[in-house]
Every structure is written in structure tokens, then in C-alpha cells.
């Protein structure tokens, strides 16, 4: 008998796709069923309810572009990613086990926290050269350790032999270099007693988000001491927004998940409110269910949206520090960060010091890299706005003013039509660095720009000068989690209209590493099997009654992104109607 196993593409234990979140309304194009954890859908009437930002208190971070996410923990000692490989008892609603037991991170690890070679100054400037225009740095992960002097728990760095405010030096050190500052802190804390987000008395565990549900006959609710968490988390954030001047950014971290968190968990209305009222034009992320001022998909690059967002990267696939992993090539860390600002978004890069507070050499290589090209290019990055044109994995557009900058991605590109703009006249259309005029023309309501062929590995810039400021978008929003470069390229696509015997057999011709698989079209009773031999076969998660299935196969294993799944022979059962497409990406 062929041995069939299930793929579940969603955390249960070790694995945890932390790909998320957009806050939508109900009436999103962009909601995608598939993802559906990915989103917080509100109604208008809660959205209107709750708080943001004025306009006016975006703009810099939306200028900004590119930030640097700071992950530094009493999880150095083992060069591991915070938290989730390290702590073994999680609390609900969280599930799994980490590698170390509570001696070792809790007592062990901390009495040997000495930082001798951290240097808050340093580490800013780095985050200066490497072109970075802000520095989010986590101050509480999920294992409940405290990066600052706190009056409110004893398990904090200033208990080290360390022994000094971590926190203080680094906001001191951005303050004088005039670089805005954004805090991490998680809601969930596997450490605090009081931590009781679900009574575990009224749920079981189930396999899917939100991971839990109630027994027969009871309610989901808090544990009885989860009150008193709640007090102290608002003390917590009250003392880290008043004791150490201006902050730019509060970044929440317990993320909805199709309602594994709720705002009730944290009193997140009132607590938004306060963190306003403490730091007046503060900007708040999406994850403390609550809309917030921007939405934060995490591990790949979001989707073009006006609503303002920042994807969280890493360097090298570790949120922390972490040698085992490979760094990132520049070219793929700058074409991430041009694919987000054609979509309107920021990129904020994650990086982890040493146990002593140093940086890895290569990794700080990297970076600069990443600086000395934005040097040259940085007025083409900086200060814009996505569009007009919706971006492609082959290129990107970005505007401010009058000007539009086109990125090119595909060297092999000879030709772009782009659909005419209503509101503007083209005057000019050059190569960014070669002033010479290039040919162009309009047909069937399109520019046509010709000879645009070119050899740079990163990318070529064009600059299209237009007789006014830019004042709309143009072209189809469509809206596929395959828009990620995460996803790679689209290795195979066949259309059909029927279903040979109700199964569909697709031979890839070689192992390949499949990260996404798309089938558009409704098929009634769908099972979609995959094997590496033609022999042995695993099936993957579908939802039935969808006219399109995008199945994502990357994962993350203890915070390590895992892309895809090594497949050569696919086969989809199933009643068409009446045809499908199917799309296969690969790394």
C-alpha cells in the first residue's frame, strides 16, 4: 500500500508559518480564503472605532522606507532565534516545546550575560552606513526577558553581569544621531505567572488556527490571573514610554491568526489610547488585533495596498544571530527592498549580535554593501510612493513629484508597455546615470519604452519625467500570495478543460523545490498529492468549494524559514467546472 501522510501547511508544534498580518475590512479584494489566518477582517463600524495616527504623523515613516529590526537575546548564548527553539514550556494558546529547559535560559544563561563588546553607538552607526533611516529594537520577546532596567520584574538585564540598561544606551545613541526609534514588545510571555491568555480549563487543542476551541459546554476565557498580567503589561509599556524621551514606533507582536489573540486579551483599545496619549504621534503596528497604522506581513513582501506597510526580514533567515544560516546576497536583499517600495511598503531588515554584543563581520559586510548602493541610488528609493504602475516580479515603479522611477528586474527584457497615464503628459523617458534621452512611444493606450535591455545584476533604474506630479495608479490590482518573491518563478502552467478520469497527473520531468501551487478553477471533492518518485505520495491541506486554491509549501521550522518542498509528481483529483489552470513556483 502507498504510504499517504498529511502535509499541514499551518503551526502546530515545531512549525510556525509566521507570515502575517494585514488588517482589512470586510469588503477586501485582497482577503485571500486560502491565508485566511493571514488577515483581521473588522467591519466599518469597528474600524471606525478604533485609533491611528494622523497623516501627518505617517509621513516620515513612510519616507523612510528601510529600518533595521534589532533581535538580541539571552538567545545568543546558543546562536539560535528568540524564544520559540528555546523555551520548552510554552503557555497557551501557543503549543510546542523548545530545547531547553527553564535552568537554562531562566538562570544559567543570564548569569553569564556580560555584553563586552556592545557598543550602542556602533551598532547605530552601522544602522546610518548600511542606509537604514530608523532602528526597531526588541525590548520583550516571547520568553519574557526584559532588555531594560524595569521596576516590574527581576528578570531583566540589569540582574546580569552586564548590569546596565541596555535599552537606555541604544535609544540615547539614536537620539543624538538623530535616528527615529521603534520598540518590540511581545504580549506573549512564557515566563510571567500571570500569563493566562486562555483558560485551559475550557479548550482543547485543535490543528488549525486558532489551535484551540471550547470543550462541550463551556466558554473560552481568560485564566484567573491573566488580570493581573494585564495590569502589569500596562505598567510595562507605561514605564517604556516615559523613561527614555522620544518614541517613533511601538511594534506588537501577537499577532490575530485567525483568532489565536484577541484584543480583549490585552484590553489593546484602552492600551493603544494610552501608548497615543504618553507619546503623541507614535506610530502602532497590526498585531495587537487591532487595525493599527500599518500592516506587517512578515517573511515575504507584501502586496501593493495604500494603507501603509512594513515587511519584517531577516538577513539570513534567523531572527537572531545564527552562523549556520547563509547571509542573504545583496542583490536579492536590495531587490526586496525595491519590490516593497513599488508596492508602497517598507522593509525592516532583522539582524542578531553575538552573546558579547558583537556584530558578525560579514553580516555588518552585507549592510554596508546595501548603504554604499544606496548612496548612489538612494534619491530614487527614499521619499517615494508606489506606482503608478502595479509591480511584477520582472519590474517595480515607484513616484515623487513629477517623476516616476521604473526598476527593471529582468535583464532579458527588451520591452515594457505600461498603460497611459490620464492625468499626466511623458516629456522625458532616460536611464538613471546616462542622461540620453531614449526612445518611446504610445500605442493602443500604452507607453512603449524600447531598448531597455541592460546587464546590471541588481537592477536598472529608468526615469520617467512627466509634465506634473503623479496623482493616480493605473493597471489590475490582482492580489496572489505567488506576487512574493518568496515564491521564486513560475516553473510550470497548464490550462485545461477537463479532467481526464477526474485526476490530473503532472510530471515536473525533475526534482524540483516547490514553493507554491495554484489552481484556478472550482473542483468539486479536490485531494492534491505530491511524491518525489511516483511511488510513495503525501497530500497536501486544500478547503473545498474555492475557485481558487493558492497552496503555499514554504514553512517555518522554530523560527527558520524552510522554502518548499522537494516534489517532482503532482496529482490533482476532482470534478472540474467547467476548466482549470494550474500554476507551479519554485525556488
Known amino acids: 500500500m502507498k504510504k499517504i501522510r498529511l502535509l499541514v501547511l499551518v503551526f502546530i508544534a515545531m512549525y510556525h508559518s509566521s507570515w502575517a498580518q494585514w488588517s482589512v475590512l470586510m469588503d477586501d479584494k485582497k482577503y485571500n480564503e486560502t491565508e485566511f489566518f493571514l488577515y483581521q477582517r473588522f467591519t466599518q463600524k ?18 523612510a522606507r528601510y529600518g533595521m529590526f534589532v533581535h538580541f537575546g539571552l538567545n545568543s548564548y546558543v546562536n539560535k532565534d528568540m524564544s520559540w527553539p528555546i523555551v520548552r514550556n510554552r503557555k497557551m494558546p501557543d503549543h510546542g516545546q523548545g530545547a531547553y529547559p527553564d535552568q537554562a535560559w531562566q538562570v544559567e544563561w543570564p548569569s553569564k550575560f556580560k ?33 531594560w532596567d524595569t521596576q516590574f520584574s527581576d528578570f531583566k538585564i540589569t540582574i546580569t553581569p552586564f548590569g546596565r540598561d541596555y535599552l537606555k544606551e541604544l535609544i540615547d ?143 539570513n533567515g534567523s531572527w537572531g544571530y545564527d552562523p549556520e544560516h547563509k547571509i542573504k546576497p545583496v542583490k536579492n536583499l536590495v531587490r526586496e527592498m525595491l519590490t516593497a517600495a513599488a508596492g508602497n511598503g517598507n522593509v525592516l531588515i532583522s539582524w542578531g549580535a553575538k552573546f558579547d554584543g558583537a556584530f558578525d563581520s560579514p553580516q555588518i559586510d552585507s549592510l554596508l554593501a546595501i548603504g554604499h548602493w544606496l548612496k548612489q541610488y538612494g534619491d530614487y528609493y527614499y521619499g517615494t510612493r508606489g506606482g503608478p504602475w502595479m509591480p511584477t516580479k520582472e519590474y517595480g515603479a515607484v513616484h515623487k513629484a513629477n517623476k516616476v522611477y521604473l526598476y527593471l528586474f529582468d535583464q532579458a527584457m527588451e520591452t515594457i508597455k ?119 505520495w503525501e497530500k497536501l491541506s ?29 496529482r490533482i483529483y476532482g470534478k472540474p467546472n467547467p476548466e482549470v489552470n494550474i500554476k507551479i513556483f519554485s525556488q
Open 46 to 63: 469597528e474600524w471606525d472605532a478604533s485609533n491611528f495616527a494622523k497623516p501627518e504623523d505617517m509621513k516620515w515613516f513612510l519616507d
Open 115 to 147: 555584553l563586552e563588546k556592545f557598543n550602542a553607538k556602533e551598532w547605530v552607526n552601522i544602522a546610518q552606513r548600511s542606509g537604514m533611516k530608523y532602528m526597531t529594537i526588541v525590548v520583550k520577546h516571547h520568553d519574557g526577558f526584559h532588555l
Open 173 to 315: 545613541a539614536c537620539h543624538a544621531a538623530g535616528l527615529p526609534v521603534g520598540l518590540y514588545y511581545s504580549q506573549r510571555d512564557w515566563y510571567h505567572p500571570d500569563y493566562e491568555p486562555i483558560d485551559t480549563n475550557t479548550v482543547h487543542s485543535i490543528s488549525d488556527p486558532p489551535y484551540y476551541e471550547s470543550l462541550p459546554g463551556k466558554r473560552v476565557t481568560a485564566g484567573a490571573k491573566h488580570k493581573k498580567y494585564i495590569d502589569y503589561q500596562f505598567k510595562a509599556i507605561r514605564e517604556l514610554l516615559t523613561k527614555y524621551g522620544k518614541i517613533d514606533i511601538f511594534w506588537f507582536d501577537a499577532v490575530s491568526w485567525g483568532g489565536m489573540f484577541t484584543a480583549e486579551m490585552w484590553d489593546s483599545e484602552r492600551l493603544t489610547r494610552m501608548i497615543r496619549e504618553l507619546q503623541p504621534g507614535i506610530v502602532i503596528n497590526n498585531r495587537a488585533s487591532l487595525p493599527g497604522d500599518f500592516d506587517t506581513p512578515e517573511q515575504r513582501i507584501g502586496m501593493y495596498q495604500e494603507r501603509p506597510w512594513e515587511s519584517a526580514m531577516t538577513l
Open 418 to 536: 505600461l498603460p497611459i497615464l490620464k492625468h499626466n503628459r511623458l516629456r522625458r523617458f532616460h536611464r538613471v546615470g546616462d542622461d540620453k534621452a531614449l526612445n518611446w512611444k504610445e500605442a493602443n493606450n500604452n507607453y512603449v519604452f524600447t531598448d531597455i535591455k541592460t546587464t546590471d545584476p541588481i537592477v536598472q533604474i529608468f526615469e520617467l519625467e512627466f509634465d506634473s506630479p503623479i496623482q493616480e495608479t493605473v493597471g489590475d490590482r490582482t492580489y496572489s500570495i505567488f506576487d512574493s518573491p518568496t515564491y521564486g518563478k513560475l516553473i510550470y502552467e497548464k490550462k485545461l478543460n477537463k479532467v481526464p478520469r477526474r485526476r490530473i497527473t503532472v510530471d515536473l520531468k525533475k526534482i524540483s523545490k516547490v514553493t507554491g501551487i495554484g489552481l484556478y478553477g472550482n473542483i468539486e471533492n479536490l485531494i492534491v498529492e505530491y511524491s518525489i518518485n511516483n511511488q510513495d
Open 542 to 570: 486544500v478547503k473545498q468549494g474555492l475557485s481558487q486554491q493558492e497552496l503555499s509549501l514554504n514553512s517555518f521550522m522554530a523560527g527558520m524559514q524552510v522554502p518548499g518542498k522537494e516534489i517532482r509528481y503532482l
